[in-house]
């Protein structure tokens, strides 16, 4: 009679515990706080993320005339980025999305839990929840910021598959627009102890003749802890900065 529990018990747990909680136990961890690491030939990660940009389709060519960027080669002094506007009337600390948020120069964490994976950026401490449970996309919620993220375990990756963006931001600091159809894939892949590498793929047909690719680069940063940053009192942060840098007595 015991053996006959214990299988039945053992059978119950085979049934309750999903594939994709047993995949998440045995995933590896990519948890901890990381920052962006670029080489002399990889400075274009500064503000985009191809050396040579996809083609651009007749509809972006008429979306990015409005783009006013303060970085590229386009960059004017009047810019009015969404996220970081330099005119005296325009607003903004607006969501910088998804990819462009990689592009700003601060770190992010990641928790990693049994069906979810959490992101937390430093910038404004935006958020990403990466839903590894097997649910499908969300289709009901519309078009939003940092859009609507699931993923799977590939072996020792992690697919992050993203859609339901609006067209508000920009996909990357130089003003390059995308539509609405944007399709972000994103390859988790902890090379070693120290290092993740994230396989960036971007597809916008509306937008773009063909998609971009990218390959970007984290170090891990032990004894880091995600600070508070503000983008409407950037101004203080700049303070808290200065006084990080400042040798200790």
Same mark, same amino acid.
Request: aromatic share 10%.
């Given at each position: 009679?015991?053996?006959?529990?214990? #299988?039945?018990?053992?059978?119950? &747990?085979?049934?309750?515990?999903?594939? !994709?909680?047993?995949?998440?136990?045995?995933?590896?961890?990519?948890?901890?706080?990381?920052?962006?690491?670029?080489?002399?030939?990889?400075?274009?990660?500064?503000?985009? !993320?191809?050396?040579?940009?996809?083609?651009?389709?007749?509809?972006?060519?008429?979306?990015?005339?409005?783009?006013?960027?303060?970085?590229?080669?386009?960059? $004017?002094?009047?810019?009015?980025?969404?996220?970081?506007?330099?005119?005296?009337?325009?607003?903004?600390?607006?969501?910088? +999305?998804?990819?462009?948020?990689?592009?700003?120069? #601060?770190?992010?964490?990641?928790?990693? =839990?049994?069906?979810?994976?959490?992101?937390?950026?430093?910038?404004?401490?935006?958020?990403?929840?990466? !839903?590894?449970?097997?649910?499908?996309?969300?289709?009901?919620?519309?078009?939003?910021?940092? +859009?609507?993220?699931?993923?799977?375990?590939?072996?020792? =990756?992690?697919?992050?598959?993203?859609?339901? &963006?609006?067209?508000?931001?920009?996909?990357?600091?130089?003003?390059?627009?995308?539509?609405?159809?944007?399709? $972000?894939?994103?390859? #988790?892949?902890?090379?070693?102890?120290?290092?993740?590498?994230?396989?960036?793929?971007?597809?916008?047909?509306?937008?773009?003749?063909?998609?971009?690719?990218?390959?970007?680069?984290?170090?891990?940063?032990?004894?880091?802890?995600?600070?508070?940053? $503000?983008? *409407?009192?950037?101004?203080? &942060?700049?303070? &808290?900065?200065?006084? *990080?840098?400042?040798?200790?007595?």
């Amino acid at each position: 009679m015991r053996h006959c529990a214990s #299988f039945l018990s053992a059978a119950l &747990f085979a049934v309750l515990v999903s594939p !994709f909680m047993l995949q998440a136990q045995l995933a590896p961890d990519l948890s901890g706080v990381w920052s962006m690491r670029s080489t002399p030939a990889t400075r274009y990660l500064g503000s985009t !993320f191809m050396a040579q940009t996809p083609t651009m389709t007749p509809w972006a060519v008429e979306k990015i005339k409005g783009n006013k960027p303060s970085f590229g080669p386009n960059g $004017v002094a009047d810019s009015n980025d969404p996220v970081n506007p330099t005119t005296g009337d325009a607003i903004g600390c607006f969501p910088p +999305g998804v990819p462009r948020i990689y592009l700003h120069p #601060f770190p992010m964490e990641i928790i990693q =839990t049994p069906g979810r994976v959490l992101m937390i950026y430093e910038f404004n401490h935006f958020v990403r929840q990466i !839903f590894t449970d097997g649910r499908k996309h969300n289709t009901d919620l519309g078009p939003t910021w940092m +859009g609507d993220s699931i993923g799977k375990w590939e072996g020792d =990756t992690l697919v992050a598959d993203t859609i339901g &963006f609006n067209d508000k931001t920009w996909l990357d600091r130089m003003g390059h627009p995308h539509s609405e159809d944007m399709h $972000v894939v994103e390859r #988790f892949h902890r090379v070693d102890a120290n290092t993740l590498k994230i396989d960036l793929t971007i597809e916008d047909p509306k937008a773009y003749t063909k998609p971009w690719t990218s390959e970007l680069t984290f170090q891990l940063r032990k004894g880091w802890n995600i600070t508070e940053m $503000v983008c *409407e009192d950037n101004a203080t &942060f700049n303070e &808290f900065l200065k006084t *990080e840098e400042r040798p200790a007595k």
